[in-house]
């Protein structure tokens, strides 16, 4: 998620992180899963259709909402959300972002769309139509992904963690260690939800995981390494992030931290 950060997917189950704001004494219901675990499927990603995509815009979160695609791009003082026509990806409303905040991931709810802060411990609530900030809620972690069942809130904070909140006073209710056979899985960075699955990127990888949201078991592995050509890759090209399922047509799309495509992806074996 910042080019600052270094990772791994963790092989060790003795490893440890602060996850969710605490290490499981801090009243947070957390999930402990003893029937094993099975590998992961190992998929493949078939593109569909190909669509324009900005390389100025460092992807932190991808939604689809009432017809339209909302984005978050992150980075101090050059942070902003807006909402894209589609298919066409045309601007229709930008909102540059406070400087001192770095835009992270978003999701729409209700009438409300959230937007994470990464190193600042704030939630921006915005209005989806005109993208003006309505309220704030403060959280205790890093912010770095974030999705929505249609009830719960689900948020990432670069640990092995997904924790469910509350979306009214950002409560943790819940949190489920991402896991395969070999560990914990750490860096859980942008997540949607898309038919009862969160699919998360990890940060630093060309990949998906697609995970159980009851037990943190990671079901599948998308491999996404080839979908830039070599020419489409430059210096400043970074690494996959956003996925966004359109909920009127079934389709999945995703792309990258300044890539210059969008995808329309199915899975295959």
């Known amino acids: 998620m910042k080019n600052s950060v270094i990772l791994a997917i963790a092989v060790s189950l003795a490893a440890t992180s602060c996850a969710c704001a605490g290490g499981g004494d801090d009243g947070i219901a957390e999930e402990h899963i003893s029937a094993i675990q099975p590998e992961p499927r190992r998929m493949n990603v078939k593109v569909k259709d190909v669509l324009p995509h900005s390389r100025k815009t460092y992807t932190q979160g991808l939604e689809f909402h009432d017809g339209m695609l909302y984005e978050s791009s992150g980075e ?83 640990s092995q963690y997904i924790c469910e909140v509350d979306p009214v006073t950002f409560e943790r ?27 998360a990127n990890v940060y630093g990888y060309n990949n ?16 996404c390494d080839d979908l830039l050509e070599p020419e489409d890759i430059r210096r400043s090209t970074d690494v996959l992030n956003g996925i966004a399922y359109n909920p009127e047509s079934k389709k999945i799309y995703v792309t990258g931290k300044r890539w210059p495509k969008m995808f329309e992806i199915e899975l295959s074996l």
């Open 76 to 158: 101090y003082g050059l942070s902003f959300i807006e909402t894209l026509s589609f298919p066409g990806l045309e601007t229709v409303k930008r909102t540059r972002v406070d400087d001192r905040f770095f835009a992270e991931g978003i999701t729409v709810l209700g009438d409300t769309l959230y937007m994470l802060t990464w190193r600042e411990h704030q939630v921006l609530l915005l209005d989806p139509t005109t993208l003006e900030e309505i309220d704030r809620r403060t959280i205790y972690t890093e912010g770095w992904g974030l999705t929505n069942d249609g009830e719960r809130l689900y948020m990432s904070d670069g």
């Open 173 to 199: 209710k819940r949190r489920v260690a991402v896991t395969t056979p070999a560990g914990p899985v750490f860096n859980i960075n942008e997540l949607e939800w898309i038919d009862g699955r969160i699919w």
């Open 208 to 223: 998906i995981l697609i995970v159980d949201p009851s037990t943190g078991y990671v079901e599948a592995i998308v491999e």
